[in-house]
């Protein structure tokens, strides 16, 4: 059978589409991938989920699809109502069942019932194969493992496949661009290589405008379930499974070579893994010295300073890892105990990462993520780790998100009893990288800036800090940054016009606040 799967998302990695594809493949079906990357995001650097697609874009994806015997989607919350028009519009045209998977079916499963005939809940190689192959032989199977479908008001919920305890057995990634398409602009073309180098990588993470990153995951899974994050949820789906999984190093490699010898012209690899360094010191020497010697191209990766110890890190510091994502989130006390973060020292972290800096010797840098605009901090949580983060070494980078109230959360439960939030559906289209004009979240903003300490000391003077997050100061400042930015973005603009001009083309549309 034909399965169409479709990725709404800016990047072409989408790593769950491409193990599905790979994975219904190996058993027999065949595959046609759609990317629909919006394009104005990556110029823009920032995600405008309200956007629609341009005019035309469903018409050339229900063409794609004619052939089908089922199309999937993948979403992710901030996806839900673009992908719900697309859904819409080709079940009003082809009857076709569609399913969705990823994040957001997985954590809201009930309301995408609405615009797909399944919603494949979790891990889904097994169950959507077996979804295809009842399609292929029988109307419309209701008991498939991890879906979800409604009919006559009733709603089929089906227990989960147990997981894959071995991941070797998943295929690589399908990156063969064979019946691969992207949209360009407002056209849907087949995907060439030389369109894959264009639309790859949308966000730098090495902040080189050429880089070209290769995606991919060691493990499956987080040692960790903080409330704000879906692995909590999962670990609740998958009660008493294992959900922590890795790879063998061969299973990895076998992907990378694979990847390198197909296009040698990648610069970077990413592992998107919660927590790369939870595993045996030996495991990861092991990993580095066959990396180096059959990849050797730099890398990023994401741990926690519970597993960023001498042993674990100086191989993989050897291998190329130049730049890590930590989180950190927040360094109050009172607010790690409602992330469920129990396990955070602010000491051990400071310790832990003024070590690795040594051991660095400046090869690798460390971003860290921090949760800015969560309505149950107060300023003096944000001073702690406004604190906390400018006793951290350099090099490094703050990456400031701005707390979402995703659905499946602990979080999101929380605060609707609560009454923190009265629509479930709030933040439906917030994009977590946009923050509060606020006089504490600007003082982040300058630690990234790296002004002078002394200077940097009189601006978070806490008095001073407490006054302009005072209600009259908090509001002034709100509708006073924006325009205030907007003026300084201007300035550069028109210098940068006069020296830049190929710049300038890429900027024209770029509006933001930093
Ligand atoms: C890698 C990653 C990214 C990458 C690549 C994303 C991509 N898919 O291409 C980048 C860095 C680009 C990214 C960006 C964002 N991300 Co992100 N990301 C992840 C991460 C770490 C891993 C996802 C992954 O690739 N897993 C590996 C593959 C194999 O698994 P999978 O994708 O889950 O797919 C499996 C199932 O979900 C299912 N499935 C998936 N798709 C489909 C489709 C069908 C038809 C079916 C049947 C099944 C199915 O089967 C697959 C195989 O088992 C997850 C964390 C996590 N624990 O999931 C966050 C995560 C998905 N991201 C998240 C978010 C919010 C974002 C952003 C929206 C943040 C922002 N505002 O900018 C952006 C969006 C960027 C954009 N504009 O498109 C949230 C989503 C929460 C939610 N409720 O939607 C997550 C869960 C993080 C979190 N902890 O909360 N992300």
Same mark, same amino acid.
């Given at each position: 059978m034909k399965v169409v799967l479709v990725s709404p998302y800016i990047e072409l990695a989408s790593m769950g589409v491409r193990c599905l594809s790979s994975y219904l493949r190996k058993n027999g079906h065949s595959t046609r991938l759609v990317f629909l990357p919006d394009v104005r995001s990556i110029i823009s650097s920032c995600s405008d989920f309200s956007a629609s697609y341009p005019e035309g874009v469903d018409e050339q994806l229900i063409e794609l699809c004619q052939d089908a015997g089922l199309v999937g989607f993948s979403l992710m919350t901030n996806y839900f109502y673009k992908v719900s028009e697309l859904s819409k519009a080709l079940r009003e045209r082809l009857s076709i069942p569609v399913v969705w998977g990823g994040a957001h079916p997985t954590v809201s499963p009930e309301e995408c019932l609405d615009y797909a005939d399944y919603v494949c809940l979790g891990e889904c190689e097994d169950a959507l194969l077996e979804l295809a192959n009842r399609l292929e032989i029988e @109307?419309?199977?209701?008991?498939?493992?991890n879906t979800w479908s409604r009919s006559g008001g009733e709603v089929a919920r089906n227990p989960l496949h147990p997981l894959?305890?071995?991941?070797?057995?998943v295929p690589i990634p399908d990156y063969s661009l064979d019946d691969h398409h992207v949209l360009v602009g407002d056209t849907i073309k087949p995907l060439t290589e030389s369109l894959m180098r264009k639309y790859w990588t949308a966000c730098s993470y090495f902040e080189c405008e050429n880089d070209i990153i290769y995606e991919t995951q060691y493990t499956r899974g987080c040692p960790y379930h903080c409330s704000f994050c879906i692995n909590d949820h999962l670990l609740h789906l998958y009660?008493? @499974?294992?959900y922590f999984r890795r790879r063998s190093v061969d299973h990895l490699m076998s992907e990378l070579s694979h990847i390198k010898e197909r296009f040698p012209w990648f610069t970077h690899v990413v592992f998107t893994d919660d927590c790369f360094t939870a595993a045996k010191p030996e495991e990861l020497r092991k990993f580095s010295q066959r990396y180096k010697a059959e990849i050797d191209k730099p890398f990023f990766t994401l741990f926690t300073d519970s597993y960023m110890v001498p042993p674990r890190v100086e191989p993989l510091l050897d291998a190329g890892l130049r730049m890590v994502e930590m989180g950190l989130q927040t360094a109050s006390p009172r607010m790690n105990e409602i992330y469920r973060r129990k396990h955070f020292s602010s000491d051990q972290f400071v310790e832990r990462t003024l070590d690795f800096a040594d051991l660095s010797g400046g090869r690798a840098r460390i971003n860290y993520d921090i949760i800015l605009d969560n309505p149950y901090e107060t300023v003096s949580d944000h001073l702690k780790t406004l604190r906390l983060a400018a006793k951290l070494p350099e090099p490094k980078w703050l990456h400031l998100f701005s707390f979402t109230f995703y659905p499946g959360i602990e979080l999101h439960r929380k605060a609707l009893e609560d009454g923190t939030?009265?629509?479930?559906?709030?933040?439906?289209?917030?994009?977590?990288?946009k923050r509060e004009a606020r006089y504490i979240n600007f003082l982040f903003v300058l630690l990234n800036r790296k002004i002078p300490t002394w200077l940097f000391r009189i601006l978070s003077f806490p008095p001073l800090v407490y006054l302009m997050e005072s209600p009259p100061f908090r509001f002034l400042f709100n509708r006073l940054q924006p325009i205030v930015w907007k003026r300084i973005r201007r300035a550069r603009r028109a210098w940068a016009k006069e020296n830049f001009t190929r710049i300038f083309e890429n900027m024209e549309e770029a509006d933001e606040l930093p």
């Open positions: @109307e419309c199977p209701t008991d498939v493992p894959i305890e071995n991941l070797d057995t009660k008493g @499974e294992s939030i009265e629509d479930p559906r709030v933040h439906y289209l917030k994009d977590n990288e």
